[in-house]
């Protein structure tokens, strides 16, 4: 069974010959570039780690090591083209490097210790009207030349027999509006100023259709899975009400995935990113049309691998929930990490629908013998055989 037959078997909930693997294929599987160049001087290798996601700073990881790791995901658009153009407008001052994105979000990094760019100005944080919402400038489309790379990567992928993921457009639509107008005030606007709050989540979709519209109609018979999300909860509840989520923010899913689907011209599974307690939610996620839950945060109220499998797990595939990264991967030792490892494959696998990954993106103060530990114990216990 090739990578790509593994994977879709698992999301049509049968049992593949063993748990697929995925690192740095969906957007929020991958691994902070400390945490991977930790694991390169581990191996003598002496490449240097470079980033592709300027604001996660997450790594780029060699196509070989993906290769020794038998990761069965690859994506087709990679990441590093946004981080390149963003780098350009990088400055500086005494505490920070600092940038604004297209739609005007000033994002910050400490120069000491810094890990990960992090937002410092809401563009619409004192000002909120239509014509306010109206200038906003969304990120530009892919150039001619990009789409062409997009679409050889990914036509490479596909003979190689990987899984071929294609990411979203940065946040989710609920979720960049907040980081658009800042959170209490979006909190805010979902309630007193609900017609403003309905124009700028249909701005924000309307951006994300552009994008699909343009990626895919370029190279969605190549595609497998889109990589879409929107984090709606914290560590212990939601941040807004299952009700309020069906009134204003599901139907922009449904639309969104519907479109998704309709561009392809074919069946596109939908990986759906939210952190947190985000159980409450997940029979409307489902009902939307999410076909895979990542990053499955364990650690998270609620969310109980062996309970999640047993109340969901014929609806959707989990998409991570692997090990825990906030504690388990950074601060257990070798051992701690393969009996969890374990744990969850013995909690989500049966019966198909898991595809293996870290809780979120492997973080910088992960140690190279955990990250080790974590794919020998996958590779021991995740045989369907």
Not at 22 to 51: C, F, M
Not at 60 to 75: A, M, P
């Amino acid at each position: 069974m090739d990578s790509r037959s593994r994977v879709l078997t698992t999301l049509e909930h049968k049992e593949p010959d063993r748990v697929p693997f995925d690192l740095a294929g969906a957007t929020n599987a991958g691994i902070h570039v400390i945490a991977y160049q930790s694991l390169l001087e581990h191996w003598g290798d002496p490449r240097r780690a470079k980033v592709e996601a300027i604001i996660s700073q997450k790594a780029v990881v060699h196509e070989d090591i993906l290769d020794r790791l038998k990761v069965d995901s690859r994506k087709a658009n990679p990441s590093t083209k946004i981080t390149e153009r963003l780098q350009h407008k990088v400055k500086s001052d005494k505490q920070h490097t600092y940038f604004r994105d297209s739609w005007g979000i000033k994002w910050a990094k400490p120069k000491k210790g810094g890990l990960y760019y992090d937002i410092r100005e809401n563009p619409l944080s004192s000002k909120f009207s239509k014509a306010d919402i109206d200038d906003l400038t969304p990120p530009s489309l892919y150039a001619k030349d990009q789409l062409a790379d997009f679409r050889e990567r990914a036509k490479v992928y596909r003979d190689k027999g990987f899984a071929i993921i294609v990411g979203g457009t940065g946040g989710g639509i609920f979720e960049w509006a907040c980081w658009l107008r800042g959170y209490k005030n979006f909190f805010v606007d979902m309630l007193a100023r609900k017609s403003l709050a309905e124009r700028l989540l249909r701005k924000i979709l309307e951006h994300k259709l552009r994008h699909y519209r343009q990626v895919l109609n370029e190279l969605g018979d190549l595609v497998d899975i889109v990589a879409e999300g929107d984090d709606m909860a914290t560590q212990e509840r939601l941040m807004i009400s299952p009700d309020l989520y069906r009134r204003m923010i599901k139907p922009l899913h449904i639309e969104l995935f519907k479109e998704i689907q309709m561009y392809a011209g074919k069946r596109i599974y939908i990986h759906f990113h939210s952190c947190g307690a985000i159980r409450e939610l997940i029979p409307e996620l489902i009902e939307a049309g999410i076909d895979a839950l990542n990053p499955v945060q364990v650690s998270a109220r609620g969310m109980d691998t062996k309970q999640l499998k047993k109340d969901f797990g014929r609806d959707i595939t989990f998409w991570g929930g692997g090990v825990d990264t906030q504690h388990t991967l950074p601060k257990g030792t070798p051992e701690q990490v393969r009996a969890e490892v374990k744990r969850r494959i013995d909690d989500l696998a049966p019966g198909g629908g898991f595809v293996f990954s870290a809780v979120h993106n492997i973080q910088p103060d992960v140690p190279a013998e955990n990250i080790i530990a974590m794919w020998e114990s996958l590779k021991k216990h995740g045989s369907y055989q």
